[in-house]
């Protein structure tokens, strides 16, 4: 078992070493003052600036919490007490204060470190200093003390040297009448001699007691002396400083949970409360608008239900409920949205709250916007349904697209010429005929329900087409707007001659030259272009009043590479509401469809894709994350 060991015992003769050792733990003492000084200047510094810090925070809340708690304009007279009631300003005063007092925490703290670590290191530090210098003096006495004792030998060696001296006159002198003060010097010198040896044995024996009590006595007290335990007392001295810091640290954490219990006092329905009791004022709506008659045309606020302006009604009328049909939809979906999202919202559902919150707020603005759009249909419909009371006319409305007129084409209602690239008509999908834009609604609802191309043949109207367009998308598109069911097989291939040359000017276009006979590959959709292939397997866009239609042959088979899969991941559950739609499962993974109106190119708020049981639809992009 190990057993404390002391300098003296395990260390003789060290004292040069001791003292190097003791000069290190001295200097380490200053570097740990050092340390807690510069703590001490940092947390002096940090509590002036957290002053400051509350100083402007209790100014700018005395200059606005007022106008925070009662609005700008109060309707009643109002007083600091008034003010004093709101539960946000109490919470706000004591995170405010929170701050003052933490500032003065750290003053605190720093104190205690100046005068309970710093100055206590100090002290020590210059006491074992001083002893330190003590025992090394005191080591050096113990040296001079022992080499004195040596001392003797040299004065004997010096006799005996005498003695050898004297002997030798003692020879010279035998008949010189000298030789009896020679030989009685000699004897002399002798008994000298003999007494510096009893001398110097003497000093021998002090000196070996002298130097027994040096190594077994002095100098181990002396050493044990300089093991004064510097580190022990630094050490007690650094868990003082830890404890005033941990002390601190409470007090801090204290404060902290005054301020906590206060932000948890809050009470928004309060503080709206003490809003609307001070901001009262008497409200009006305002009064509806009224038809008033031009200055220059007296007129009734009846609506004008002549033959022309008839049908403009009932186009209008049409087209509303058209739309409004789209619209429904798409409101019960957006609605369903908004309730979903709602859910998420609260603290148990999983998911990140703020881009929940967001999306929630994004979601209910949709909303709003379709449900005004809605009340906007529904306001145009029975208005016109009443003027209009019951003549609604036909009710075969045309399938209008724009379309640009690279010749001139008569309109259908004015008979005025429609020419330009620049979409100034228009061009019914169904039944082929063609105005202005400005007469789209002017045209009775007659539609056909069939056209015809160049030359006198027969397009199917369901065919598959394709659109050259460059349009920008529809603002809050429809998932109705968006549905696109496949096309039906064609029984037959259209093969038409180009009667106008034509030089592409976009990589969806095809050249094409006078004489040339192509394949129609699809039908004008309303735009005034069709897609057509020439004999060497090019494709592309031409105009359709560039060709007419020759006769058939049999259907070229539809090639389709599919692009590179991109997959998207469930995040929630969605149950499908329509055909077009799809179900999403959590973590289930839904292929997203290529080209430029599938997948994420869909619509707004919603893409395409196939689910893993193959069936294709849409759904709505935020219960989805790309896999």
């Known amino acids: 078992m190990a057993t404390d060991q002391s300098y003296g015992q395990s260390l003789p003769d060290q004292v040069e070493r001791i003292a190097n050792l003791t000069d290190a733990q001295l200097e380490f003492l200053s570097d740990v003052r050092e340390i ?49 009631n709101s539960t946000l300003g109490r919470a706000y005063a004591q995170l405010i204060d929170s701050f003052s007092e933490t500032a003065q925490d750290h003053v605190n703290l720093a104190d205690g470190l100046d005068a309970q670590v710093v100055n206590v290191l100090k002290l020590v530090e210059k006491r074992h200093e001083e ?54 010097q000699y004897e002399q010198q002798q008994v000298d001699m003999q007494n510096s040896k009893n001398s110097y044995i003497i000093s021998i024996s002090i000196a070996n007691k002298s130097k027994s009590k040096f190594y077994d006595v002095d100098l181990p007290v002396l050493e044990n002396r300089l093991q004064t335990g510097i580190i022990e007392k630094a050490t007690k001295v650094l868990s003082h400083a ?24 809050i009470s928004a329905e309060k503080d709206q409360n003490l809003f609307i009791d001070f901001n009262v004022r008497p ?23 002549d033959p022309a302006p008839k049908v403009v009604l009932q186009n209008r009328l049409a087209r509303c409920r058209s739309k409004l049909g789209e619209l429904k939809p798409v409101l019960d979906s957006k609605q369903r949205n908004v309730q979903t999202l709602e859910k998420m919202l609260k603290p148990q559902n999983i998911g990140d709250a703020d881009d929940i919150a967001f999306n929630f707020i994004d979601t209910v603005h949709d ?56 979409k100034l008509g228009k061009t019914c999908k169904l039944c082929g005929v063609s105005v202005h834009a400005r007469c789209e609604l002017k045209i009775p609802a007659t539609c056909t329900g069939s056209k015809r191309v160049a030359g006198g043949s027969t397009l199917s109207p369901s065919a598959s087409t394709i659109s050259k367009k460059s349009a920008k998308s529809t603002p809050n598109p429809t998932p109705s707007s968006f549905a696109r069911s496949e096309p039906p097989p064609s029984p037959e291939i259209v093969r038409a001659r180009v009667v106008f040359e034509y030089t592409s000017t976009s ?23 069709i897609k057509v292939a020439n004999g060497s ?9 560039y060709v007419e239609a020759v006769g058939a042959e049999e259907k070229v088979p539809n090639v389709n590479p599919k692009a590179s899969a991109q997959y998207v991941r469930g995040m929630y559950d969605y149950q499908a509401t329509g055909d077009d739609e799809i179900d999403i499962k959590e973590g289930s993974m839904i292929q997203l469809t290529p080209g430029p109106r599938g997948g994420k190119n869909y619509g707004d708020g919603w893409w395409e894709g196939i689910d893993e049981r193959g069936k294709k639809g849409i759904f709505p992009s935020n219960y989805v994350v790309l896999a």
């Open 367 to 422: 909303l709003t916007a379709h449900a005004t759009s809605e009340q906007i249909l529904l306001a145009e419909i029975e208005t016109i349904s009443e003027a209009l009371d019951g003549d609604e006319g036909e009710q075969r409305p045309h399938d209008f697209k724009s379309a640009s007129f690279s010749i001139p084409t008569a309109c259908g209602y004015c008979q005025a010429s429609i020419w330009g690239l620049s």
């Open 242 to 265: 830890q404890a005033l810091t941990s002390n601190h640290l409470d007090t801090l954490k204290k404060r902290v949970g005054v301020v906590e219990q206060a932000l948890g006092n």
């Open 537 to 545: 397997g090019g494709k592309g866009l031409v105009p359709a009043s």
């Open 283 to 305: 409200f009006v709506a305002p009064a509806d608008w009224t038809f008033e008659p031009c200055a220059s045309h007296y007129d009734t606020p009846g609506m004008v239900i």
């Open 131 to 184: 002893a330190k210098k003590k025992q090394v003096k005191a080591f050096q006495k113990l040296l001079s003390d022992r080499e004195r004792a040596y001392g003797d030998r040299v004065k004997y060696d010096e006799e005996c040297l005498e003695v050898e001296t004297y002997r030798q006159k003692q020879d010279r002198a035998h008949d010189d009448k000298h030789s009896g003060r020679a030989a009685k």
């Open 36 to 84: 807690y000084q510069s703590r001490i200047a940092l947390e002096r510094e940090y509590s002036s600036k957290l002053l400051l810090l509350a100083n402007k925070a209790a100014e700018k809340k005395s200059r606005k919490i007022a106008v925070l708690v009662l609005g700008e304009e109060p309707t009643r007279a109002w007083g600091e007490a008034d003010v004093k």
């Open 507 to 529: 990589p969806y276009e095809l050249s094409i030259s006078e004489g040339e006979t192509v394949k129609v590959l699809e039908e004008d959709d309303g735009s005034g272009w």
